[in-house]
């Protein structure tokens, strides 16, 4: 026997399908606007919902893991002891030590630079520090002019030398590592042959292999570390009302 619908002729079988379709989707309509109701009551939670879909033949489905906050800037890692080619600057004893990583063409080591020395100062005898050079790659003077500093420094000039560096930033350049060197007394055969000569190239690498496994990650980069607690990394140029009310909380 078949059945005939608008001209169509069904046989019993597509008949009985079409029928046994209508009646799921009807179902599926029904329950659809059921949970919706239910949801709108509030007698469903929607969590309630998502915690049965992470359930596979009765088995919860594995957490995802925690997401690990990105680094900050302020993660310390690996931090090189203050030895013997470091040029320091305070008492061997005293309670805070800053390890400062600087590029000598970088405006904000030029302008953070004033802090660091303004905290020398207010601290006497509390707190004893180094620089250390993070020449970046876009500052075709930083090296050189780091190269030019660890000269003066090999006669005893290092933090006199820097200073000068920073105060004459826009004129880096042979005249102005020349002009420093004569004006505090160096022995100037000594400081040229240094200077044309890179001879303190492999030290700047290290300092900043050194300041890379400490977590520097831009400059200026300083290192707070007290005798009795956990090293503090300063990331940027802060004024010195903050830094110095940084070093009074580890002191």
């Known amino acids: 026997m078949s059945h005939e ?23 599926c309509s029904i329950g659809f606007f059921v949970l919706i109701g239910l949801i709108m009551n509030g007698n469903v939670a929607l969590g309630d919902t998502a915690a049965a879909a992470e359930e596979v033949d009765g088995a919860d489905v594995a957490a995802q893991p925690a997401v690990e906050p990105e680094d900050d800037g302020t993660t310390v890692g690996d931090i090189t002891p203050i030895g013997g080619n470091d040029h320091v600057v305070g008492p061997e004893d005293a309670p805070v030590t800053l390890i400062v990583y600087t ?6 080591c030029g302008s953070f630079h004033p802090s660091l020395e303004q905290a020398l100062e207010y601290f006497d005898g509390q707190v004893r520090a180094t620089i250390r ?9 930083a090296r050189p002019a780091a190269n030019a500093a660890e000269c003066a420094g090999e006669q005893g000039e290092y933090f006199e030398y820097v200073s000068e560096l920073f105060a004459n930033q826009a004129d880096l350049g042979n005249d102005l590592y020349e002009e420093i060197a004569a004006d505090l007394g160096l022995k100037m055969s000594q400081f040229r042959d240094c200077v044309e ?3 303190y190239d492999s030290k700047i690498t290290a300092d900043q292999n050194g300041g890379l496994a400490a977590g520097i990650q831009g400059t200026p980069g300083t290192l707070i570390i007290p005798t009795n607690g956990e090293p503090q990394l300063v990331p940027g140029a802060v004024p ?3 830094f110095k009310a940084m070093i009074e909380a580890v002191l």
Do not use: I, T
């Open 5 to 27: 619908h608008e001209g169509v002729r069904l046989s019993p079988k597509a008949s009985f399908a079409l029928g046994m379709l209508g009646g799921v989707l009807v179902l």
């Open 103 to 108: 590029d000598f063409e970088c405006p904000y």
């Open 133 to 141: 050079n993070f020449p970046l790659s876009f500052h075709a003077n």
């Open 197 to 199: 000569n890179s001879k």
């Open 240 to 242: 010195f009302e903050q």
